[in-house]
Protein backbone atom coordinates (compact mmCIF):
# COMPACT_ATOMS: atom_id res chain seq x y z
CA UNK A 1 0.00 0.00 0.00
CA UNK A 2 1.54 3.71 -1.02
CA UNK A 3 1.25 5.97 2.15
CA UNK A 4 1.00 9.40 0.71
CA UNK A 5 1.03 12.33 3.76
CA UNK A 6 -2.69 12.17 3.35
CA UNK A 7 -2.95 8.84 4.22
CA UNK A 8 -0.50 9.09 7.17
CA UNK A 9 -2.64 12.19 8.56
CA UNK A 10 -6.22 10.04 8.21
CA UNK A 11 -3.97 7.74 10.38
CA UNK A 12 -2.95 9.86 12.99
CA UNK A 13 -6.16 11.69 13.24
CA UNK A 14 -8.04 7.64 13.83
CA UNK A 15 -5.15 6.94 16.57
CA UNK A 16 -6.34 9.84 18.69
CA UNK A 17 -8.54 10.98 21.15
CA UNK A 18 -9.65 14.13 22.54
CA UNK A 19 -10.75 14.54 26.40
CA UNK A 20 -11.94 17.14 28.03
CA UNK A 21 -11.43 17.81 31.73
CA UNK A 22 -13.69 20.25 33.42
CA UNK A 23 -11.83 22.21 36.70
CA UNK A 24 -13.30 24.72 39.26
CA UNK A 25 -11.96 28.00 39.54
CA UNK A 26 -11.20 30.25 42.47
CA UNK A 27 -11.10 33.83 40.47
CA UNK A 28 -10.94 37.36 43.13
CA UNK A 29 -13.12 39.31 43.09
CA UNK A 30 -11.88 41.32 40.49
CA UNK A 31 -10.94 38.69 38.58
CA UNK A 32 -14.47 37.41 38.34
CA UNK A 33 -15.45 41.03 37.38
CA UNK A 34 -13.05 39.95 34.25
CA UNK A 35 -14.59 36.29 33.46
CA UNK A 36 -18.19 38.59 33.65
CA UNK A 37 -16.95 41.27 30.93
CA UNK A 38 -15.41 38.88 29.01
CA UNK A 39 -18.20 36.54 28.77
CA UNK A 40 -20.59 39.53 28.65
CA UNK A 41 -18.84 40.69 25.23
CA UNK A 42 -18.89 36.75 23.71
CA UNK A 43 -22.63 37.45 24.04
CA UNK A 44 -22.74 41.09 22.53
CA UNK A 45 -20.52 39.63 19.46
CA UNK A 46 -23.08 36.86 19.01
CA UNK A 47 -26.45 38.86 19.14
CA UNK A 48 -24.58 40.88 17.15
CA UNK A 49 -23.58 38.58 14.08
CA UNK A 50 -27.02 36.65 14.33
CA UNK A 51 -28.91 40.02 14.13
CA UNK A 52 -26.24 40.56 10.97
CA UNK A 53 -26.82 37.44 9.41
CA UNK A 54 -30.82 37.42 9.47
CA UNK A 55 -30.70 40.51 7.94
CA UNK A 56 -27.86 39.50 5.07
CA UNK A 57 -30.08 36.79 4.34
CA UNK A 58 -33.46 38.25 4.22
CA UNK A 59 -31.90 40.42 1.58
CA UNK A 60 -31.06 37.85 -0.49
CA UNK A 61 -27.46 37.58 0.89
CA UNK A 62 -25.27 34.60 1.57
CA UNK A 63 -23.53 35.40 4.68
CA UNK A 64 -20.54 33.89 6.44
CA UNK A 65 -18.71 33.70 9.50
CA UNK A 66 -15.94 35.12 7.92
CA UNK A 67 -17.51 38.36 6.04
CA UNK A 68 -19.33 38.96 9.30
CA UNK A 69 -15.66 39.01 11.39
CA UNK A 70 -14.37 41.60 8.47
CA UNK A 71 -17.32 43.63 8.84
CA UNK A 72 -17.39 43.50 12.78
CA UNK A 73 -13.65 44.33 12.63
CA UNK A 74 -14.34 47.18 10.77
CA UNK A 75 -16.42 48.86 12.91
CA UNK A 76 -14.96 47.69 15.82
CA UNK A 77 -12.32 50.38 16.81
CA UNK A 78 -14.64 53.19 16.28
CA UNK A 79 -18.38 51.74 17.80
CA UNK A 80 -17.62 48.69 19.86
CA UNK A 81 -14.13 50.07 22.21
CA UNK A 82 -14.61 48.53 25.22
CA UNK A 83 -14.42 44.73 23.81
CA UNK A 84 -10.81 45.41 23.48
CA UNK A 85 -10.44 45.29 27.25
CA UNK A 86 -11.08 41.51 27.18
CA UNK A 87 -9.12 38.44 25.16
CA UNK A 88 -9.69 39.02 21.74
CA UNK A 89 -10.79 35.11 22.01
CA UNK A 90 -14.21 36.45 23.61
CA UNK A 91 -15.13 38.89 20.44
CA UNK A 92 -13.59 35.90 17.83
CA UNK A 93 -14.65 32.56 18.68
CA UNK A 94 -18.60 33.93 18.35
CA UNK A 95 -18.67 34.29 14.69
CA UNK A 96 -17.27 30.50 14.40
CA UNK A 97 -19.84 29.14 16.89
CA UNK A 98 -22.39 30.80 14.75
CA UNK A 99 -21.41 29.49 11.28
CA UNK A 100 -21.27 25.89 13.03
CA UNK A 101 -24.96 26.37 14.58
CA UNK A 102 -26.37 27.25 11.04
CA UNK A 103 -24.74 24.07 9.50
CA UNK A 104 -25.74 22.32 11.78
CA UNK A 105 -29.24 23.89 11.26
CA UNK A 106 -28.77 23.71 7.11
CA UNK A 107 -27.67 19.81 7.78
CA UNK A 108 -30.82 18.64 9.85
CA UNK A 109 -32.98 20.23 7.25
CA UNK A 110 -32.03 18.01 4.60
CA UNK A 111 -31.86 14.79 6.41
CA UNK A 112 -35.10 15.26 8.38
CA UNK A 113 -33.70 16.08 11.60
CA UNK A 114 -35.30 18.98 14.51
CA UNK A 115 -32.34 21.40 14.93
CA UNK A 116 -33.26 24.86 16.15
CA UNK A 117 -31.96 27.72 14.20
CA UNK A 118 -29.61 29.68 16.48
CA UNK A 119 -31.37 32.15 18.70
CA UNK A 120 -30.44 35.38 20.80
CA UNK A 121 -28.64 34.84 23.87
CA UNK A 122 -30.27 37.06 26.70
CA UNK A 123 -28.03 38.43 30.28
CA UNK A 124 -30.33 36.26 32.44
CA UNK A 125 -31.32 33.39 30.60
CA UNK A 126 -28.20 32.40 28.76
CA UNK A 127 -24.99 30.61 30.43
CA UNK A 128 -22.13 33.12 30.48
CA UNK A 129 -18.99 31.88 28.91
CA UNK A 130 -16.24 32.74 26.35
CA UNK A 131 -13.74 30.46 24.91
CA UNK A 132 -9.82 30.29 25.23
CA UNK A 133 -7.62 29.11 22.30
CA UNK A 134 -4.65 26.65 23.30
CA UNK A 135 -2.39 29.71 22.19
CA UNK A 136 -4.16 32.41 24.56
CA UNK A 137 -4.17 30.40 27.81
CA UNK A 138 -1.10 28.65 29.69
CA UNK A 139 -1.33 26.03 32.57
CA UNK A 140 1.03 25.66 35.74
CA UNK A 141 0.95 24.20 39.09
CA UNK A 142 -2.68 24.82 40.14
CA UNK A 143 -3.12 28.08 37.54
CA UNK A 144 -4.13 29.07 34.73
CA UNK A 145 -3.02 32.07 32.69
CA UNK A 146 -5.55 34.21 30.84
CA UNK A 147 -5.06 37.30 28.64
CA UNK A 148 -4.90 40.75 29.94
CA UNK A 149 -6.17 38.90 33.14
CA UNK A 150 -3.11 37.11 34.50
CA UNK A 151 -3.26 33.93 36.86
CA UNK A 152 -6.44 32.31 38.28
CA UNK A 153 -6.23 29.75 41.28
CA UNK A 154 -7.28 26.36 39.81
CA UNK A 155 -9.32 23.93 42.04
CA UNK A 156 -6.91 21.21 40.79
CA UNK A 157 -4.35 20.68 38.28
CA UNK A 158 -4.85 19.24 34.43
CA UNK A 159 -5.85 15.55 34.46
CA UNK A 160 -4.10 14.62 31.17
CA UNK A 161 -0.41 15.26 29.77
CA UNK A 162 -1.21 16.15 26.13
CA UNK A 163 -1.86 18.84 23.33
CA UNK A 164 -4.22 21.67 24.58
CA UNK A 165 -6.75 22.04 22.05
CA UNK A 166 -8.31 24.63 23.56
CA UNK A 167 -10.49 25.54 26.58
CA UNK A 168 -13.91 27.40 27.17
CA UNK A 169 -14.37 29.57 30.70
CA UNK A 170 -18.02 28.78 32.02
CA UNK A 171 -20.50 29.78 34.60
CA UNK A 172 -22.59 27.71 36.65
CA UNK A 173 -24.57 28.94 39.53
CA UNK A 174 -22.32 31.49 41.47
CA UNK A 175 -18.63 29.37 40.12
CA UNK A 176 -16.52 29.44 37.21
CA UNK A 177 -14.74 26.54 35.25
CA UNK A 178 -12.22 25.64 32.91
CA UNK A 179 -13.10 23.20 30.49
CA UNK A 180 -9.87 22.17 28.80
CA UNK A 181 -9.75 19.62 25.86
CA UNK A 182 -6.72 17.63 25.58
CA UNK A 183 -5.71 15.12 22.47
CA UNK A 184 -4.45 11.89 23.62
CA UNK A 185 -2.95 8.99 21.83
CA UNK A 186 -6.18 6.22 21.44
CA UNK A 187 -4.06 3.54 22.83
CA UNK A 188 -6.05 0.18 22.91
CA UNK A 189 -7.84 -1.49 25.74
CA UNK A 190 -7.18 -4.68 26.84
CA UNK A 191 -10.68 -6.56 25.99
CA UNK A 192 -12.35 -8.01 28.82
CA UNK A 193 -14.20 -11.41 28.32
CA UNK A 194 -17.44 -11.06 30.62
CA UNK A 195 -20.55 -10.02 30.15
CA UNK A 196 -23.67 -8.25 31.57
CA UNK A 197 -27.41 -8.00 31.31
CA UNK A 198 -28.52 -4.36 32.45
CA UNK A 199 -32.20 -3.41 33.21
CA UNK A 200 -32.60 0.01 34.32
CA UNK A 201 -36.23 1.44 35.56
CA UNK A 202 -37.41 4.01 37.99
CA UNK A 203 -37.91 1.80 41.33
CA UNK A 204 -34.10 0.54 41.00
CA UNK A 205 -32.00 2.52 38.66
CA UNK A 206 -30.00 -0.43 37.91
CA UNK A 207 -30.42 -3.85 37.86
CA UNK A 208 -27.70 -6.66 36.96
CA UNK A 209 -28.18 -9.74 35.64
CA UNK A 210 -25.88 -11.13 38.51
CA UNK A 211 -28.15 -10.09 41.22
CA UNK A 212 -27.04 -6.75 41.90
CA UNK A 213 -28.53 -3.21 42.07
CA UNK A 214 -28.36 0.25 42.49
CA UNK A 215 -31.47 2.24 43.91
CA UNK A 216 -32.80 5.00 42.63
CA UNK A 217 -31.34 7.99 44.91
CA UNK A 218 -34.30 10.31 43.02
CA UNK A 219 -32.06 13.34 44.16
CA UNK A 220 -34.64 15.97 42.81
CA UNK A 221 -37.69 14.39 44.57
CA UNK A 222 -35.56 14.63 48.10
CA UNK A 223 -34.88 18.11 47.22
CA UNK A 224 -38.44 19.42 46.30
CA UNK A 225 -38.99 21.11 49.49
CA UNK A 226 -36.11 23.23 49.28
CA UNK A 227 -36.91 24.14 45.57
CA UNK A 228 -39.90 25.21 46.09
CA UNK A 229 -38.88 27.46 49.21
CA UNK A 230 -36.11 28.88 47.08
CA UNK A 231 -38.73 29.61 44.58
CA UNK A 232 -41.51 30.87 46.58
CA UNK A 233 -38.28 33.43 48.44
CA UNK A 234 -37.49 34.26 44.36
CA UNK A 235 -40.71 35.47 43.01
CA UNK A 236 -41.77 37.26 46.44
CA UNK A 237 -39.09 39.75 45.62
CA UNK A 238 -39.25 42.72 43.49
CA UNK A 239 -38.29 42.62 40.04
CA UNK A 240 -34.97 44.35 39.48
CA UNK A 241 -33.81 44.52 42.75
CA UNK A 242 -30.59 43.13 44.80
CA UNK A 243 -32.46 40.60 46.51
CA UNK A 244 -34.19 39.19 43.88
CA UNK A 245 -30.67 38.30 42.22
CA UNK A 246 -29.61 37.24 45.59
CA UNK A 247 -32.29 34.90 45.47
CA UNK A 248 -31.90 33.62 41.85
CA UNK A 249 -28.42 32.80 43.00
CA UNK A 250 -29.50 30.52 45.61
CA UNK A 251 -32.05 28.82 43.51
CA UNK A 252 -29.37 28.52 41.15
CA UNK A 253 -26.93 26.76 44.25
CA UNK A 254 -30.30 24.65 45.07
CA UNK A 255 -30.39 22.92 41.32
CA UNK A 256 -26.45 22.80 40.53
CA UNK A 257 -26.59 20.78 43.57
CA UNK A 258 -28.97 18.20 42.57
CA UNK A 259 -27.06 18.61 39.21
CA UNK A 260 -24.12 17.38 41.05
CA UNK A 261 -25.58 14.39 43.44
CA UNK A 262 -26.80 12.87 40.26
CA UNK A 263 -24.04 13.08 37.88
CA UNK A 264 -21.79 11.84 40.79
CA UNK A 265 -24.10 8.78 41.05
CA UNK A 266 -23.69 8.07 37.30
CA UNK A 267 -20.57 8.29 36.84
CA UNK A 268 -19.14 6.07 39.21
CA UNK A 269 -22.17 3.73 38.17
CA UNK A 270 -20.92 3.13 34.93
CA UNK A 271 -16.95 3.51 35.50
CA UNK A 272 -17.40 0.61 37.26
CA UNK A 273 -19.18 -1.56 34.66
CA UNK A 274 -17.07 -0.55 31.92
CA UNK A 275 -14.38 -1.56 34.18
CA UNK A 276 -15.92 -5.16 34.69
CA UNK A 277 -17.37 -6.32 31.74
CA UNK A 278 -16.92 -6.42 27.72
CA UNK A 279 -20.22 -6.70 26.65
CA UNK A 280 -23.31 -5.38 28.19
CA UNK A 281 -26.40 -5.72 27.60
CA UNK A 282 -29.14 -2.92 27.44
CA UNK A 283 -32.88 -2.46 26.02
CA UNK A 284 -33.68 0.37 23.54
CA UNK A 285 -35.35 3.32 25.30
CA UNK A 286 -38.05 5.69 23.68
CA UNK A 287 -37.01 7.83 26.38
CA UNK A 288 -38.77 10.50 24.17
CA UNK A 289 -42.09 8.64 24.64
CA UNK A 290 -41.53 7.89 28.21
CA UNK A 291 -41.20 11.80 29.33
CA UNK A 292 -44.70 11.94 27.60
CA UNK A 293 -46.21 10.56 30.52
CA UNK A 294 -47.27 13.49 32.39
CA UNK A 295 -47.59 10.95 35.53
CA UNK A 296 -43.82 9.84 35.30
CA UNK A 297 -41.93 12.36 33.12
CA UNK A 298 -40.74 14.09 36.55
CA UNK A 299 -39.60 10.64 37.97
CA UNK A 300 -37.89 9.64 34.29
CA UNK A 301 -36.36 13.29 34.29
CA UNK A 302 -34.56 12.94 37.22
CA UNK A 303 -33.22 9.18 36.99
CA UNK A 304 -31.53 10.68 33.83
CA UNK A 305 -32.01 7.01 32.21
CA UNK A 306 -30.36 8.43 28.80
CA UNK A 307 -27.39 10.28 30.44
CA UNK A 308 -26.91 7.02 31.87
CA UNK A 309 -26.90 5.04 28.87
CA UNK A 310 -24.65 7.55 27.12
CA UNK A 311 -22.13 7.55 29.49
CA UNK A 312 -22.01 3.85 29.67
CA UNK A 313 -22.22 3.66 25.79
CA UNK A 314 -18.47 5.45 26.00
CA UNK A 315 -17.01 3.87 28.80
CA UNK A 316 -17.61 0.88 27.61
CA UNK A 317 -16.40 1.11 24.49
CA UNK A 318 -13.27 3.49 25.71
CA UNK A 319 -12.14 0.14 27.50
CA UNK A 320 -12.49 -1.70 24.40
CA UNK A 321 -15.75 -3.09 25.11
CA UNK A 322 -19.26 -3.37 23.37
CA UNK A 323 -22.95 -1.63 24.22
CA UNK A 324 -25.53 -3.81 22.41
CA UNK A 325 -29.15 -2.66 22.65
CA UNK A 326 -32.28 -4.73 21.98
CA UNK A 327 -34.84 -3.74 20.79
CA UNK A 328 -37.43 -2.17 22.37
CA UNK A 329 -40.33 -4.75 21.88
CA UNK A 330 -38.32 -7.46 23.63
CA UNK A 331 -40.96 -9.10 26.11
CA UNK A 332 -37.77 -9.07 28.43
CA UNK A 333 -39.89 -8.71 31.62
CA UNK A 334 -42.78 -10.44 30.12
CA UNK A 335 -40.50 -14.27 29.95
CA UNK A 336 -38.67 -16.48 31.96
CA UNK A 337 -35.25 -16.38 31.62
CA UNK A 338 -35.25 -20.53 31.91
CA UNK A 339 -37.55 -21.67 29.74
CA UNK A 340 -38.83 -18.61 27.81
CA UNK A 341 -42.44 -18.86 29.56
CA UNK A 342 -44.17 -15.75 28.78
CA UNK A 343 -47.04 -14.07 30.89
CA UNK A 344 -48.95 -12.33 28.72
CA UNK A 345 -51.41 -10.51 30.90
CA UNK A 346 -48.65 -9.23 33.26
CA UNK A 347 -49.60 -5.94 34.93
CA UNK A 348 -46.57 -2.92 35.70
CA UNK A 349 -47.49 -3.65 39.21
CA UNK A 350 -46.55 -7.04 39.63
CA UNK A 351 -43.37 -6.94 40.79
CA UNK A 352 -42.79 -10.42 40.97
CA UNK A 353 -42.11 -12.70 38.18
CA UNK A 354 -43.86 -16.35 39.30
CA UNK A 355 -43.19 -19.23 35.86
CA UNK A 356 -46.12 -20.97 35.94
CA UNK A 357 -44.17 -23.59 33.77
CA UNK A 358 -44.35 -27.02 35.20
CA UNK A 359 -41.17 -28.43 33.69
CA UNK A 360 -39.48 -25.39 34.78
CA UNK A 361 -36.98 -25.30 37.62
CA UNK A 362 -38.48 -21.96 38.80
CA UNK A 363 -41.97 -23.26 38.36
CA UNK A 364 -44.22 -21.47 41.36
CA UNK A 365 -40.85 -19.59 42.25
CA UNK A 366 -41.09 -16.41 43.07
CA UNK A 367 -38.48 -14.19 41.10
CA UNK A 368 -37.24 -10.50 41.13
CA UNK A 369 -39.28 -8.79 37.97
CA UNK A 370 -36.03 -7.21 36.84
CA UNK A 371 -33.72 -9.59 37.84
CA UNK A 372 -34.86 -11.40 35.37
CA UNK A 373 -35.39 -9.06 32.74
CA UNK A 374 -32.15 -8.05 32.83
CA UNK A 375 -31.01 -11.81 32.57
CA UNK A 376 -33.46 -12.16 29.20
CA UNK A 377 -31.41 -9.21 28.03
CA UNK A 378 -28.05 -11.18 28.36
CA UNK A 379 -29.45 -13.82 26.83
CA UNK A 380 -30.79 -12.53 23.97
CA UNK A 381 -27.42 -10.67 22.79
CA UNK A 382 -25.86 -13.92 23.66
CA UNK A 383 -28.11 -14.76 20.86
CA UNK A 384 -27.57 -12.07 18.56
CA UNK A 385 -23.83 -12.36 18.99
CA UNK A 386 -23.93 -16.20 18.52
CA UNK A 387 -22.65 -17.25 22.03
CA UNK A 388 -25.80 -18.75 23.34
CA UNK A 389 -23.46 -21.52 24.44
CA UNK A 390 -20.48 -19.76 26.17
CA UNK A 391 -20.74 -19.30 29.48
CA UNK A 392 -19.01 -15.27 29.81
CA UNK A 393 -21.66 -14.06 32.49
CA UNK A 394 -18.66 -13.54 35.09
CA UNK A 395 -20.78 -14.59 37.39
CA UNK A 396 -18.36 -15.63 40.53
CA UNK A 397 -15.24 -14.68 38.48
CA UNK A 398 -12.57 -12.32 39.99
CA UNK A 399 -13.71 -8.89 37.88
CA UNK A 400 -17.50 -8.76 39.57
CA UNK A 401 -17.83 -6.04 41.81
CA UNK A 402 -20.64 -5.34 44.19
CA UNK A 403 -21.90 -1.99 43.03
CA UNK A 404 -25.09 -1.83 45.83
CA UNK A 405 -22.60 -1.73 48.67
CA UNK A 406 -20.02 1.01 46.32
CA UNK A 407 -22.92 3.35 45.43
CA UNK A 408 -25.19 3.48 48.54
Known sequence: MLYTEATIRQEKEQNRMIRAHKIRLHPTSEQATYLARAAGVARFVWNWALAEWNRHYEAGEKPSALTLKKQFNAIRRQEFPWTWEVTKNASDQPFLDLGKAWTAYFDGLREGRNVGKPRF??????????YLANDQLELGDHRVWIPKLGWVNLAENLRWRGKMTGARV???????FLS????????PADPKIPAIGIDVGLNRLVTLSTGENVENQAFLKTSLKKLRRANKRLHRRNLGSKNREKARRQLARVHYRI????DDLLQKLTTQIAA??????????????LLKNRCLARSFSDAALGKLLRLLSSKVEHQGG??????????????CHACTWKWEDMQLSDRL???????CAYYHVAQDRDHNAAQNLLQEVLRLVGWEDQA??????????NLAVDLM
Not at 180 to 187: A, I, K, Q, W
Open 276 to 289: CYGMVAVEDLHLKG
Open 170 to 176: TKTADWW
Open 259 to 262: TCQR
Open 353 to 359: FVCQNEA
Open 392 to 401: VTGIGSDTDV
Open 180 to 187: VTVELPDE
Open 121 to 130: KRKKRSKPSF
Open 322 to 335: RVITVDRFFPSSKT
